[in-house]
């Protein structure tokens, strides 16, 4: 049950920032739907990350959470663009069902995800093996490093993935 | 006693996990020994509990292979770092603007999208800033205004700006306009900036504009009616303006210009994407077109040359030859 002190608190905050930052990603976006979304958004991202700013920080913590949210915005729908692009080059018989491509989409946009949390060591060893199809040894020789040192890396790439895809 | 032995299950499942991790690793490897490939079908076959973490480990690694190999360079580009990006050009592997993703125009990324004030594709804007210089902002643009003590900065993220400066009373504060590729500097002016993937482009109406390269060590003064362009680290020739600033009328003119050009041009106004085949690139367009209204544009195309334009949606235009 929610804390009673805690479910005010985050009314008070709703009823006072929604309008503003909702105004604001308007501006930013140009569409009222998702701008609305997005308002929506940030408030779930706030509640659930069980913050709570101070009234004073209130408007830099709801501007910097709707950010992040637009990034994220931004970024889906690059890879959605660049899916979509590649979807059309194909032929028609090679063109995956709907289920499949929404799997696929959604997992191109989760393995965003979890390659943008990995150091760039990490990263590039997996795109290479993974999308370029080189060996570990080929690997190794590219990057300057070792053999042990790839599958080190590989690791830690495929246990993120495992937890996020 | 019986909470204890579920705890210990727990632990071997966990670690049966973190072994199929491990083989599938191995099996990555792309040099995989029968022996290897022997001693992991000896593990699979231990127990139902082995094969069912390898299962898990299967359904990740179909996902991944759903993943298109021609979408994977936006994930990559994602990564500033200059070393990793000489690698990559090493490889052939770099450079995902442009070619691969047609909609993602030469911008800085998110920072345009959180600028202070940003058009649509398709959309221009009149901006009057706070010393009462003027903004003109066209299609997909974004631009943060930094004014401060010292000076009137615009930085221009994505797109293209025309800018009507004032004298700046009391302070005489310069305006200059930034993008990645250096600075151009107002001398009490009129001016259009338009920032493109290799370069930025300032063409100057009245007055003169200082440009100076990013690293510092070119500048150069452009008078009115002449353009140069700013290059990362160097500065183009100066050429006369044509007719680049057509667009502050709502037009775009084309004079025996490449109908390749042409349609990249268009494209910058319209939402989605127009590809068009390498036949009807080298055919030649002149006239003067309402660039606002760009399905309009497409077919008054169609009456001057041999072409036929297919719709896959709204947003996906090819044009063939016919």
């Given at each position: 049950m929610p804390d009673p002190g805690v479910q005010q608190q985050l009314h008070h905050l709703y009823s006072h920032h929604y309008g503003w930052l909702k105004a604001w990603l308007r501006k930013k976006l140009s569409c009222q739907h998702t701008a609305a979304d997005l308002a929506q958004d940030t408030f779930v991202r706030l509640i659930v990350s069980d913050k709570k700013p101070l009234p004073e920080q209130s408007r830099a913590y709801l501007t910097q959470i709707a950010k992040g949210l637009m990034i994220d915005l931004y970024r889906r729908q690059r890879l959605e663009l660049a899916y979509q692009e590649w979807l059309l080059q194909l032929p028609p018989v090679e063109t995956p069902s709907p289920e499949q491509q929404a799997i696929a989409l959604q997992s191109l946009i989760q393995l965003d995800k979890v390659l943008d949390q990995l150091p760039a060591k990490v990263r590039e060893t997996f795109i290479l093996s993974r999308f370029e199809q080189l060996?570990?040894?080929?690997?190794?020789?590219?990057?300057?490093?070792?053999?042990?040192?790839?599958?080190?890396?590989?690791?830690?790439?495929?246990?993120?993935?495992?937890?996020?895809? | 006693m019986n909470q204890h032995s579920t705890i210990n299950v727990v632990t071997d499942y966990s670690r049966l996990q973190q072994e199929a991790l491990e083989w599938q690793v191995m099996l990555w490897s792309g040099e995989v020994t029968a022996d290897q490939q022997h001693a992991f079908e000896v593990w699979l076959s231990r127990s139902d509990a082995h094969?069912?973490?390898?299962?898990?480990?299967?359904?990740?690694?179909?996902?991944?292979?759903?993943?298109?190999?021609?979408?994977?360079?936006?994930?990559?580009?994602?990564?500033?770092?200059?070393?990793?990006?000489?690698?990559?050009?090493?490889?052939?592997?770099?450079?995902?603007?442009?070619?691969?993703?047609?909609?993602?125009?030469?911008?800085?990324?998110?920072?345009?999208?959180?600028?202070?004030?940003?058009?649509?594709?398709?959309?221009?804007?009149?901006?009057?800033?706070?010393?009462?210089?003027?903004?003109?902002?066209?299609?997909?643009?974004?631009?943060?205004?930094?004014?401060?003590?010292?000076?009137?900065?615009?930085?221009?993220?994505?797109?293209?700006?025309?800018?009507?400066?004032?004298?700046?009373?009391?302070?005489?504060?310069?305006?200059l306009v930034q993008t990645r590729h250096g600075t151009a500097t107002a001398?009490?002016?009129?001016?259009?900036?338009?920032?493109?993937?290799?370069?930025?482009?300032?063409?100057?109406?009245?007055?003169?504009?200082?440009?100076?390269?990013?690293?510092?060590?070119?500048?150069?003064?452009?008078?009115?009616?002449?353009?140069?362009?700013?290059?990362?680290?160097?500065?183009?020739?100066?050429?006369?303006?044509?007719s680049e600033n057509a667009w502050l009328d709502g037009k775009l003119v084309a004079e025996q210009l490449r109908l390749g050009d042409f349609l990249d041009e268009l494209s910058r106004y319209r939402m989605g994407v127009i590809r068009y085949d390498?036949?009807?690139?080298?055919?030649?367009?002149?006239?003067?077109?309402?660039?606002?209204?760009?399905?309009?544009?497409?077919?008054?195309?169609?009456?001057?040359?041999?072409?036929?334009?297919?719709?896959?949606?709204?947003?996906w235009v090819t044009v063939h030859a016919s």
């Open positions: 060996t570990y040894s080929q690997i190794a020789d590219q990057l300057g490093i070792s053999v042990a040192a790839v599958r080190k890396y590989m690791l830690k790439a495929t246990q993120a993935c495992m937890e996020l895809l | 094969q069912q973490a390898w299962s898990e480990v299967e359904v990740m690694q179909q996902k991944l292979q759903l993943v298109p190999h021609a979408t994977i360079g936006l994930v990559k580009n994602r990564l500033p770092s200059a070393k990793r990006r000489r690698v990559l050009q090493m490889l052939g592997l770099a450079a995902v603007t442009g070619g691969a993703v047609p909609v993602v125009r030469q911008s800085d990324g998110w920072q345009a999208l959180a600028a202070d004030y940003r058009t649509h594709t398709g959309q221009q804007e009149k901006v009057v800033l706070a010393d009462g210089s003027e903004l003109i902002m066209n299609t997909s643009t974004s631009v943060d205004i930094a004014y401060s003590a010292r000076e009137r900065r615009l930085v221009l993220h994505e797109g293209e700006i025309y800018i009507s400066t004032v004298a700046d009373h009391g302070s005489n504060r310069p305006l001398l009490g002016t009129k001016f259009n900036v338009r920032l493109k993937h290799h370069e930025t482009r300032v063409s100057v109406d009245e007055g003169a504009v200082k440009l100076r390269s990013s690293n510092g060590l070119h500048d150069l003064t452009i008078a009115s009616g002449m353009q140069a362009g700013l290059l990362t680290g160097a500065l183009s020739k100066v050429t006369a303006n044509g390498q036949t009807v690139a080298n055919m030649l367009v002149s006239g003067v077109f309402p660039l606002l209204d760009t399905d309009r544009v497409l077919q008054s195309l169609l009456q001057a040359l041999p072409l036929r334009i297919d719709y896959f949606s709204k947003y």
